[in-house]
């Protein structure tokens, strides 16, 4: 739905989606599966194992963590890379404390008390451009960071390196619980201030909806993609 969303705005259609998925373990564009993944881990816990669109590292998905994506023309404040996550992340920021916490930008990063809670990526075409954030809102409960290759000793990926930090959660930091309702609450708050547009809530087109559908059989589900490096 992401690159579906890119294609849109590629047309001049802008949009922000909230969502969370699944547990699923997510490489970047350029990363291997292979020097990123404990499999064995992953299928045990029933974790979904994709590769997105943009680059960065690998990142854990589950349902306490909420996913914010935003496809919009290249313009303006965003007509580069730096000022695209300069923009969008205090968009984000801004939302976090909103909810409470004393959140700071740290180039890409969200943190909170030197913990991080966001992290984000961004890919672009013709035009267009896709920020993708994550958000730790809730603690999943089990150790799930050590399906991932870059928290173990030997890690030493052939290509784009995942860079592990400390993190926390809102929940945590907050010490009551957070729900992933209540953080998109507060960043559409603050992104109805910059981008009004986005923020008026309308289901996905057909077309975005068709397209999605093509790119899950024909990109994003096939193992071609997935084990592309």
Known sequence: MDEALLSSAVQGRGS????????????GRSQSVRDEVREDLAEEWG???????????????????????????????AASVSETFDFYGEVVCRGLRAVGVSAHRSGTAILVAEAKVSGAAQARRAGGLLYHSTVLVEPEGRSIATILRAHSAGYAPRFAASRPAATTTLSDALGRRVSPSEVVHAIRSTMSICEASLCEEAAPSGDEVSLAAELEIGKYGSERWTRLR
């Open 47 to 77: 974790a979904t194992i994709a590769r997105r669109m943009s680059g960065g590292g690998t990142v854990l998905h589950y349902p306490g963590n909420l996913n914010v994506s935003v496809a919009v023309p290249v313009r303006g404040r």
């Open 16 to 27: 922000v989606r909230f969502w969370v998925s699944n547990l699923a373990v997510v490489v």
